[in-house]
């Protein structure tokens, strides 16, 4: 399995970003995806997850700002990220829940927002 992530970058306070995650290799099913995130000394959190019907679920940190979105036929997931503050600064992860259950984490990528 591999995830390759896209998106990252710097953007000034308010700004936008959107993410990209795409899984390949051998599997028969992916359950849900996700995007964490961890900023420096603090530990990795979740900010986002959406399953293979859809549903979704948010830090509360990021609701209402944050868009996670999928597309299954390319394997794909997506996380829009508007009004972005400097707290929003982190390393962003994908991850999927695949087969019968196991995970697997992209390699990270950079979320610098500063002005």
């Known amino acids: 399995v591999q995830l390759q992530a896209s998106g990252g970058g710097s953007v000034q306070p308010g700004g936008s970003l959107r993410l990209s995650c795409a899984a390949s290799?051998?599997?028969?099913?992916?359950?849900?995806m996700g995007w964490y995130r961890q900023a420096p000394g603090k530990q990795r959190e979740l900010v986002a997850i959406?399953?293979?019907?859809?549903?979704?679920n948010y830090a509360d940190s990021v609701k209402g700002r944050f868009t996670i979105s999928r597309d299954n036929a390319k394997n794909t997931v997506y996380l829009q990220m508007n009004s972005l503050k400097p707290e929003d600064t982190a390393v962003y992860y994908c991850?999927?829940?695949?087969?019968?259950?196991?995970?697997?984490w992209g390699q990270g990528t950079q979320v610098t927002v500063s002005s």
């Open positions: 991850q999927i829940n695949y087969n019968l259950g196991s995970n697997y």
């Open positions: 290799g051998r599997f028969f099913s992916i359950n849900a």
């Open positions: 959406i399953t293979t019907g859809g549903n979704t």
